[in-house]
């Protein structure tokens, strides 16, 4: 009996266009199938099948499409997967993150939605310049991913080590760590 490697059936399954045709259209087709069932614009079901298909099939069918979303995906995958490995490790202790009673959980949304937005507009070639000098060594997935793991290792750290002191009225990073705080309830 011959054994077969699963990374030789993983660059067959390339070759028959895994990547590049039906994992960008099975994406796409469950993003938007997925906002139209929530938003609810077409009564039945049918026609957002429909919609979701052609543009699954539109996308797919567009290398330079395909493209940004083959260089953007895996550098949002790292920014998820810290945001949920911080979720994990606040949950290990006993807390819950309750964003919608939080001024933060906005501010959180915005920046992720920022960053996200900026790995899309670096992956379309859009003119978005690159990161300034001391920064510029985070174009690299190996080393800013971990800088990642270790930037959510210190903050954690730091969070769970520091001390209590009175609760700050003022305005500046101590407001805004107090409505972190605000947002984690054992």
């Given amino acids: 009996m011959a054994v077969y490697d699963f990374n030789q059936l993983m660059a067959d399954l390339n070759n028959y266009g895994l990547s590049a045709v039906f994992l960008p259209f099975l994406l796409v087709f469950a993003l938007v199938y997925a ?6 614009i077409f009564e039945k079901k049918s026609v ?25 995906l895996p550098n949002v995958s ?11 490790i606040i949950g290990i202790f006993g807390y819950r993150l309750h964003l919608h009673e939080s001024g933060a959980g906005g501010l ?17 070639n859009w003119g978005v310049p690159g990161l300034p000098w001391p920064f510029n060594m985070l174009d690299n997935p ?11 290792f210190f903050i954690l750290i730091w969070y769970i080590t520091k001390e209590d002191k009175a609760s700050s009225t003022g305005m500046g990073i ?7 705080r605000h947002m984690l309830k054992p």
């Fill in 78 to 88: 790292v920014v998820l997967i810290a945001l949920l490995s911080v979720i994990l």
């Fill in 174 to 180: 101590g407001r805004v760590l107090d409505e972190f």
């Fill in 108 to 124: 959180i949304a915005m920046l992720a939605f920022v960053v996200v937005a900026y790995i899309f507009a670096r992956a379309a």
């Fill in 35 to 40: 906002i139209l069932e929530k938003i609810r």
């Fill in 48 to 72: 957002n099948v429909i919609i979701a298909f052609v543009m699954g099939f539109l996308v797919a069918s567009n290398s330079y499409v395909v493209g940004i979303i083959a260089r953007s």
């Fill in 142 to 152: 190996d080393t800013r991913a971990i800088v990642v793991v270790f930037a959510v």
